[in-house]
């Protein structure tokens, strides 16, 4: 690791927190790349002039952070950065492959099921009536990162388990002619079930950021329902604010 770490001793900033923020900002700016084994705890306290302990606290941090892993036999390695994701109308397969995230796709369900009451009113469509159903799970780097069911109108377009694997939903969706406008969506948080801990691989109950999101294309038709779970510490939404005149 050839990295350009200094601390402040005359700082009021713990030592400790200057060290784990250096390193955080060298993960999100690509100078440690996922998979980079940082230097043993003994040489980087060494290096820095630091006590073992500072350096551990500062790796903790990270590590709590999901940014870095500690492998048994292996060493404290880079996993990747947080996605940050924009509030606009875009997948989470172009938003990860944006941010150089590798992503991979596991469809669990695709299959047709009864409209439940929620999909029915975002869907238009009779409740009980036939709508596709979607559950994937969205990996980055190998690591699970969200939980993604899908409802779309019956008869729409041709998903199949192998090209949804392959790509983003919307990628498919505009490749059968099928135009997206706007979406409505909420975002939220609550503890994880026990379905999807054992998916993202969090305990039961661990927090989970949340969203729900009715797409429509430009006729006003609503074409999708999406009901999304992601780890937050692989994943947050970045927000711009306006003031209003």
Do not use: C, W
Request: aromatic share 4%; glycine share 8%.
């Amino acid at each position: 690791m050839s990295l350009d770490l200094r601390v402040d001793r005359s700082s009021p900033v713990p030592l400790y927190f200057q060290l784990s923020q250096q390193l955080e900002a060298a993960i999100e700016q690509g100078s440690l790349t996922p998979g980079s084994l940082l230097g043993n705890e003994i040489e980087l306290a060494a290096r820095l002039g630091l006590s073992r302990p500072t350096v551990r606290q500062a790796i903790q941090s990270l590590v709590d952070k999901g940014l870095l892993v500690r492998r048994r036999g292996v060493g404290t390695q880079v996993v990747h950065s947080q996605v940050k994701r924009p509030l606009e109308l875009s997948s989470l397969y172009d938003d990860l492959e944006a941010a150089g995230q590798r992503p991979a796709t596991k469809v669990l369900v695709n299959t047709v099921v009864p409209a439940s009451a929620a999909v029915a009113a975002a869907l238009g469509v009779p409740e009980g009536g036939d709508v596709q159903r979607i559950e994937r799970l969205r990996l980055a780097h190998g690591e699970p990162m969200a939980y993604l069911i899908n409802h779309l109108p019956p008869g729409l377009l041709d998903l199949d388990t192998g090209r949804l694997e392959e790509t983003g939903l919307y990628r498919l969706m505009r490749a059968a002619g099928i135009t997206l406008h706007s979406a409505r969506q909420s975002i939220g948080a609550r503890g994880a079930t026990a379905t999807e801990g054992e998916r993202l691989a969090e305990a039961e109950g661990a927090p989970l950021l949340t969203m729900q999101r009715t797409t429509f294309d430009d006729t006003g038709r609503p074409v999708e329902f999406g009901d999304h779970a992601y780890r937050p510490s692989r994943y947050s939404f970045e927000f711009q604010l306006l003031v209003r005149p």
